[in-house]
């Protein structure tokens, strides 16, 4: 079954306005990862957080992570056409297993 | 884009048919995945190997087999595909220079079984 369930499902806002999309997971986890997918294109890693970590930043990304809550938030700042695409969670789980478990991802819309 | 590709990138094919895809890769990655993506249910993982001839079931294993004679080379095989294949495969490699568990993924193939 899926571990991360996304919300919402879609999400469509104007250029320059911030892009706020959340995750939650069932287990506990090493790290939680966050995939950006443009339209028939394959998944392109975008960040990482680990688990003892609260809060990341890379350029206009934030991510957050509470453990406690067993919940993520990605957040895009001053969004740009180019940012429209569908973005997963994704946890590595902490099982030694190497492997990934996907959300279902919430589809970002940036309006001109 | 991690040396990865995916064939091939478009197949139709019938019921009842085995088809294989195969994602190659160039860097010598020891983990390699095959997920397939379908609407409403993201990625989901098939099968993986952790080495050459290393496999192991993921989440949705059935009507699939995998084989991985080299390290370059992974194979996804439906011995005899149904419509419920139909969908958009996905070959990832995990970047075991760093140990957080990165994926990079190809390019994808579509698979529309008729």
């Known amino acids: 079954s899926q571990q991360g369930e996304e919300d919402p499902q879609a999400l469509s806002i104007q250029e320059g306005e911030n892009a706020t999309m959340n995750c939650s997971y069932k287990?506990?986890?090493?790290?939680l990862q966050w995939y950006r997918q443009n339209s028939g294109r394959g998944l392109v890693h975008l960040i990482l957080i680990r688990s003892n970590e609260r809060e990341k930043h890379s350029g206009r990304l934030r991510v957050t992570l509470d453990t406690s809550k067993k919940s993520s938030s990605l957040l895009i700042t001053a969004s740009r056409a180019a940012d429209t695409a569908s973005y997963f969670c994704a946890t590595d789980e902490n099982q030694g297993a190497q492997k990934l478990v996907f959300g279902q991802g919430t589809r970002l819309t940036i309006n001109p | 884009d991690a040396g990865i590709t995916q064939s091939p990138r478009h197949k139709v094919t019938e019921t009842g048919t085995p088809v294989t895809l195969r994602c190659h890769q160039t860097e010598n990655h020891r983990y390699m995945y095959w997920y397939r993506q379908d609407p409403g249910h993201g990625l989901r993982l098939i099968h993986y190997?952790?080495?050459?001839?290393?496999?192991d079931k993921g989440e949705v294993s059935d009507g699939y087999s995998v084989s991985r004679s080299k390290t370059e080379d992974f194979l996804l095989t439906l011995e005899s595909a149904t419509s419920s294949q139909t969908s958009v495969y996905f070959c990832?490699?995990?970047?075991?220079?760093?140990?957080?568990?990165?994926?990079?993924f190809g390019p994808g193939t579509r698979l529309l079984v008729l």
């Open positions: 990832a490699i995990r970047e075991q220079a760093l140990a957080d568990g990165t994926q990079y």
């Open positions: 287990t506990s986890i090493n790290n």
């Open positions: 190997s952790y080495g050459v001839k290393d496999t």
